[in-house]
Every structure is written in structure tokens, then in C-alpha cells.
T-cell receptor, first 115, second 112 residues
Framework: ETGVTQTPRHLVMGMTNKKSLKCEQHLGHNAMYWYKQSAKKPLELMFVYSLEERVENNSVPSRFSPECPNSSHLFLHLHTLQPEDSALYLC??????????????FGPGTRLLVL | LAKTTQPISMDSYEGQEVNITCSHNNIATNDYITWYQQFPSQGPRFIIQGYKTKVTNEVASLFIPADRKSSTLSLPRVSLSDTAVYYCLVGECSSNTGKLIFGQGTTLQVKP
């Protein structure tokens, strides 16, 4: 248990569906992150939020829409995804967006399959 | 933006010490070096972090030479449960985005 939970753990969706991934951290952190991990590829940073404000959008397609209603919750809204979007989506949090020394705590991930 | 280079894979046997070396020639002055461990279908887990010289915790040791252009993660007496992917990261400090760049990592296979 890292203090970061993600739901659902597994998700299968069609290309026309709309779904949302949820992340919650119980660590009192101010920064939250979304990463994508495709098969046999490195983790790719998607979004960074600091105190509910987005501070990084790493050239992610608009079919991925993040939402951070408060510093404990982070959502990733999905719509009209493509099969190549199938991956493990990981949420992480850290005390703040630091200067390269902040440890990030990861959730267990949501395994997404787009048909 | 510092880039890291580490071996793609390593094999070891139970009870042995494993050393994984990472190169980061372009590390910036304020960058820390952090190692994460990832099991299949799980999120990465923090192992150890350092800035220079040597750091030790209950899990591993991290050796960093004076020029900081490389670092070595040392796992004492590995067991089968240490089979995982190990990532070496250096943080980007210029933009204050907390951006960490994950490379391919080193897949460690511990054999009985």
C-alpha cells in the first residue's frame, strides 16, 4: 500500500465509449501525476497537477482529459480512444512538484484495453 | 534534461549481491538520482535516492562518484522476489514541474 489508490483496476472499452479513471491519494500531497505505460515501453508522463492547477501537459491528445477537483483526487476522462491507447495508466503523487528530488508514490494502475 | 543509460537486463542467483550501474553524463547541478523498482502490472516503487557519495537504507545502497556522471544501485543478497525492473532517474529541476523521465530500466531476473 503506497497511499495512492486507483479505480478501476481493469477497464475494457470500445472506441466510442466515454469512461473515467480515478485516482485518490491519502498522503496529504500537493502534486499528482498521470503516466502511461505501454507494453515494453518506458513510462510516459502525461499530466502534472500542483495544488489542483495543471503545470504540465506533455503533448497528450485531446481524447485524454484530466481533472483535478482537489489535491487528493485526480481523474482522467477518456473518449473516442484508439486501440493504441491500450496501456497501464498510472497515477502518482508527491509532496510538491519539486526540484528533481521529490519522491513520487505510485498507485497500482488501471489496465486499459480499447477494442 | 539528463538522460540515463542502464543495462537492459541482468541475471543473478539468490543470495548474491547485484550491482546495477546507470550513466547520466548530463546530470544538472541540482538533480538528485533516484531509483525505482517495478513489478509486473504494478506501479513503480521508490527504492533509494541520493545526491553524492553513498546512501544506504534497509533495502539497498547507492554509490555516486564525485563527478556524479554515473551511479550504482547495490542490492545485497537478492531473493527471487527481487525480480523486477529497476529504473534510474534524474529529476529535471529547471521548470519546477516535478518531471521525471523513465528510461527502459534494467530487468533483473533472480534465479534459484
Amino acid at each position: 500500500e503506497t497511499g495512492v489508490t486507483q479505480t478501476p483496476r481493469h477497464l475494457v472499452m470500445g472506441m466510442t465509449n466515454k469512461k473515467s479513471l480515478k485516482c485518490e491519494q491519502h498522503l496529504g500531497h500537493n502534486a499528482m501525476y498521470w503516466y502511461k505505460q505501454s507494453a515494453k515501453k518506458p513510462l510516459e508522463l502525461m499530466f502534472v497537477y500542483s495544488l489542483e492547477e495543471r503545470v504540465e501537459n506533455n503533448s497528450v491528445p485531446s481524447r485524454f482529459s484530466p481533472e483535478c477537483p482537489n489535491s487528493s483526487h485526480l481523474f482522467l476522462h477518456l473518449h473516442t480512444l484508439q486501440p493504441e491507447d491500450s496501456a497501464l495508466y498510472l497515477c502518482a503523487s508527491s509532496p510538491s512538484v519539486g526540484t528533481g528530488g521529490e519522491t513520487q508514490y505510485f498507485g497500482p494502475g488501471t489496465r486499459l484495453l480499447v477494442l | 534534461l539528463a538522460k540515463t543509460t542502464q543495462p537492459i537486463s541482468m541475471d543473478s542467483y539468490e543470495g548474491q549481491e547485484v550491482n546495477i550501474t546507470c550513466s547520466h553524463n548530463n546530470i544538472a547541478t541540482n538533480d538528485y538520482i533516484t531509483w525505482y523498482q517495478q513489478f509486473p502490472s504494478q506501479g513503480p516503487r521508490f527504492i533509494i535516492q541520493g545526491y553524492k557519495t553513498k546512501v544506504t537504507n534497509e533495502v539497498a545502497s547507492l554509490f555516486i562518484p564525485a563527478d556524479r556522471k554515473s551511479s550504482t544501485l547495490s542490492l545485497p543478497r537478492v531473493s527471487l522476489s527481487d525480480t523486477a525492473v529497476y529504473y534510474c532517474l534524474v529529476g529535471e529541476c529547471s521548470s519546477n514541474t516535478g518531471k521525471l523521465i523513465f528510461g527502459q530500466g534494467t530487468t533483473l531476473q533472480v534465479k534459484p
